[in-house]
């Protein structure tokens, strides 16, 4: 432990959400989750072909030319490398070598980036293409859907180009994943963390020695959260977040330090040529349903934003404790007052301790979980 941190102070996931981190690791590197983001790639380039077409056919001067087409198309190709390759085993497709080509960009042309950057100059009324580019709508909201179901599954997976930006873990336990890890859709129940595994340790700045999910510690103590590592890669240092009230917007600050990476879980999926069954199961969140578009935004959301949204207390600076906060629909109410749920509209109530919550087994969201509002 650091020795600027007090042990009470930091902040690590209890056990129920060490199972949710590990799941959530797992389902975001599988190849059921990148296949997926395959096809709104796939989808992407269709919607340019008969946009392409369309122009073509009526002699207009799109500003989808054939040759940002023909970008699009190498970088399905890579893309699809990509799956492939991954299906037979091989998690160098997510380190920054590789996933620079077989995962967004080719020939160093970054074709989605400059088309997100031109729909936002779109937005702002710097540049007209209604009239001349056919299905530019549809075009978007294609761009859209493939960039948004590949940043949920790489937020934490995937290296970035950048190597300064390798050398911190991706993943911490902050006040983000203390609101809003219960809101995302898990299996009921949850499977346990490996309790059997072989005792590999690697400290920062050392090869790691294979791809999978590893856990900080210094001597035999956790000082952080689940990560996923990729093999043949420096291990990172880990990141420890810890209460501090004098964070007056967040409650809580962060330091980075040097740890020793225990591995809790070796990913071999997909080298025997088959697909866990678990995989049959996974459920994403991106992109969202419309219905669901104005509430909660994973993984974007500005955490401190959503609870002033919704009349939430911060539990890291009001002194709440988590058993009188949150509730799950089907439980008891552990206390009187106004409580909110992002899985139902308008999805707000008045309930007394002891009352049976609500459940929406039917939401989007996962699990119902309902939020004590301030008085």
Known sequence: MTASISPELLLLPNEFERKQIFYLLKKHSSWTAWNRVLGFYQKWAEVMEESVRQADNNGLETSLPYSSYVEILKGLALFDEGVRRLAQGDKQVFTADEAMGLFGRTNAVDIVGYYQKAKWKLEDGDIAWEETTPLMKEFFEALDEFCSAKWECARYIVEHSDPEFNLEAKLSYGLWEMIFLPQLPFPKPLPDLPENFDVVEVKTGEMVPC?????????????????????????????????????????????????????????????????????????????????????????????????????????????????????????????????????????????????????????????????????
Not at 238 to 253: A, M, Q, T, V
Request: hydrophobic content about 30%; charged content about 25%.
């Open 211 to 375: 791809s999978g999910i590893w856990e900080p510690i210094v001597g035999s103590t956790r000082v952080g959260t689940l990560n996923y590592l990729h093999g043949d890669t420096l291990a990172p240092q880990s990141i420890l977040d810890y209460r501090d009230k004098n964070s007056l917007e967040h409650g809580y600050r962060c330091i980075v330090q040097d740890a020793a990476w225990r591995l809790i879980w070796r990913d071999d999926r997909y080298e025997d040529g088959t697909v866990p069954e678990e995989e049959r199961y996974y459920e994403f969140l991106k992109p969202s349903p419309p219905e669901v578009e104005n509430g909660f935004n994973y993984p974007g959301s500005n955490v401190v934003d959503y609870l002033r949204r919704h009349n939430l207390p911060n539990p890291l600076l009001e002194g709440v404790q988590a058993k009188d906060m949150r509730c799950e629909g089907g439980d008891v109410c552990p206390h009187d007052g106004n409580w909110w749920t992002p899985a139902s509209q308008p999805g707000t109530g008045r309930f007394k301790k002891g009352d049976v919550m609500p459940d929406f087994p039917s939401s989007k969201y996962g699990a119902t979980i309902w939020y004590r509002m301030k008085e």
